[in-house]
């Protein structure tokens, strides 16, 4: 009987779950942040290539449509 008290002071007092648990909430955050920045960084390459092709076509240099320029 000694030996189960024992045990379940020590589970008590262990932190270790708690600091898992916050490094996991942590890495969810980062996950987070890392994806919306990569999602944003991609709709400004994707307006920045949609108006590159729009002044190409306007200045009649080459055309977007076909992926290459003519």
């Given at each position: ?8 002071r020590?589970?008590r007092d ?7 648990v916050?490094?996991?909430?942590l890495?969810g ?9 990569i999602?944003?960084?991609?709709g ?6 949609t108006?590159l ?8 240099v ?9």
């Amino acid at each position: 009987m000694k030996k189960l008290m024992t045990m379940t002071r020590q589970f008590r007092d262990d932190e270790n779950g708690a600091a898992m648990v916050e490094y996991s909430i942590l890495i969810g955050i980062i996950a987070v942040a890392a994806i919306g920045f990569i999602i944003g960084i991609g709709g400004w390459v994707t307006g920045r290539f949609t108006g590159l092709c729009a002044a190409m076509d306007a200045s009649g240099v080459g055309t977007c449509d076909t992926g290459a320029g003519t």
